[in-house]
């Protein structure tokens, strides 16, 4: 079937209705420009509705500084965006659409109805009011450019013709939602380069499967360090929940984005796990000991339930043949040093999962960041085109990080350079 060519002349089209999208949508459009979107699913910002829970956690309350480090090497590129739009100026344009906001945890920023349709209805409501026009099931295939200047730009259906491009795709994760590196494609085929790509955010896959045995309990401050030299630098500590295949929670999915990537040199990746918080091996036997002397006749299961859950306590016990149902004192020689040990570095490899990206919150690497102006999110490549969002290779932890970028991102490229 040949694709219809459509005359609407438009300033603008945006390639994704997403939160960057639609930011830069309404900023292009509250400098008089003509905006249309183009949306491959039936409804905008399905990502968005998902974020946080449902609960949309926008953005946090940290200093530019920290906030930029958050983000690892490649985070400076963000300065001017930022600088431009950080976290109190999203709060007052939220506040300005009519979306209260707080921070109740005194970092992470929800909306106060912590429902994330409050935050897409009002972002619609003020696209219609600038009239934005917005195509869903518009799957966009391909921008086409004559002597490296934006042309048209052609979905299943339709051809457009128009003159700037903002392309907002997003990554791969969570194909269901709508994203599953188009724009990397598109983009790749008009000569960017993409950097590797790897998901991010989400639960892992151990190769252990006692994990199953100890589901029920979210396991607080935990300390999880990669056991392998060359990289025991990366650490992590928070919530930790075990899944029927492997581990989750906060800690997990944060830590996620520095062990995907060595899937490229190692196949199993050994994690060494402190579950209790602040103890190592001495101060733990201090511990014993004062329990021990305080009740003599209770079980050691009963003193390390006031640290840990009893299913994990019966589990890691019984890794090292540990009858935990009989006094400290009983317990003796190698035994002892062996379940000490283990109650604090518990080991635990990771094993890939082929479909990682269908639970990867966020993708790490993108569209190649030396390729990109900073202060215009303008491509250095071809005239007209522009990026925002979790398209280029800028990936942060979990806490309003991911938003706040795509959200100063939109914001900067909506400007168009002006
Ligand atoms: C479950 C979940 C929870 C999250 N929670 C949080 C949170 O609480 N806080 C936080 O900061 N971050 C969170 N994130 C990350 C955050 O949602 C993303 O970083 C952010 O949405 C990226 O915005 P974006 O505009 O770049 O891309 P997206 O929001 O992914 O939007 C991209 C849009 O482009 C559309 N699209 C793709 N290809 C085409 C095409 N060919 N043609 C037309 N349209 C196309 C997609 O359908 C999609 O609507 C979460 C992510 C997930 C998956």
Known sequence: MENSIRDNKYDLIIIGAGASG?????????????????????????????????????TNTLLNENFISAFGKNGRFMTTALEKFDWQRLREFFDDIGVETHYPDGTRVFPISHNSQTIIDA??????????????NANVQKIITVNNRIEKIQTTNDIYECENIIVATGGYGYPTLGTSGDGHRIVKNLGHKITEVYPAMMPLNTKEDWTKNCTADTIPKVSMCINIKKYKK???????????????????LDFAREITPLFDKYDEIPLMINFIDDMNENK?????????????????????????????????????????E?????????????????????????????????????????????????????????????????????????????????????????????
Not at 40 to 52: C, N, R, V
Not at 347 to 358: A, E, G, R, V, Y
């Open 123 to 136: 972002l619609e409501k003020e696209m219609n009011d600038l009239g934005v026009d917005i195509v869903c």
């Open 326 to 418: 009989q006094t400290y004192k009983k317990l003796d020689g190698i035994k002892k040093v062996n379940f000490i040990k283990i109650l604090c570095s518990t080991p635990l490899t990771i094993i890939k999962n082929q479909d990682s990206f269908k639970k990867a919150m966020i993708t790490r690497g993108g569209i190649s960041l030396k390729e990109i102006d900073p202060n215009t999110m303008k491509s250095k490549i071809i005239d007209g085109l522009y990026f925002c969002g979790e398209i280029v290779d800028l990936d942060g932890p979990c806490g309003g990080f991911n938003l706040q970028w795509a959200f100063s991102s939109g914001c900067l490229a909506g400007k168009l350079g002006q």
């Open 22 to 58: 639609i930011i830069a949508g309404i900023s292009a459009a509250r400098e008089s420009k003509k905006v249309l979107i183009l949306e491959k699913m039936p409804k905008i910002a399905m990502k968005l509705k998902a974020t946080g829970g449902g609960k949309c956690n926008l």
């Open 234 to 252: 990366h650490k992590a500590k928070g919530d930790l929940i075990f899944t029927k295949t492997g581990i989750a929670g906060p800690v997990v």
């Open 284 to 324: 733990l036997i201090e511990f014993l000991k004062k329990e021990s002397i305080k009740n003599p006749q209770n079980t050691i299961l009963k003193y390390l339930e006031k640290l840990l859950p009893k299913s994990l306590i019966i589990q890691l016990a019984k890794m090292v043949d540990v009858d935990c």
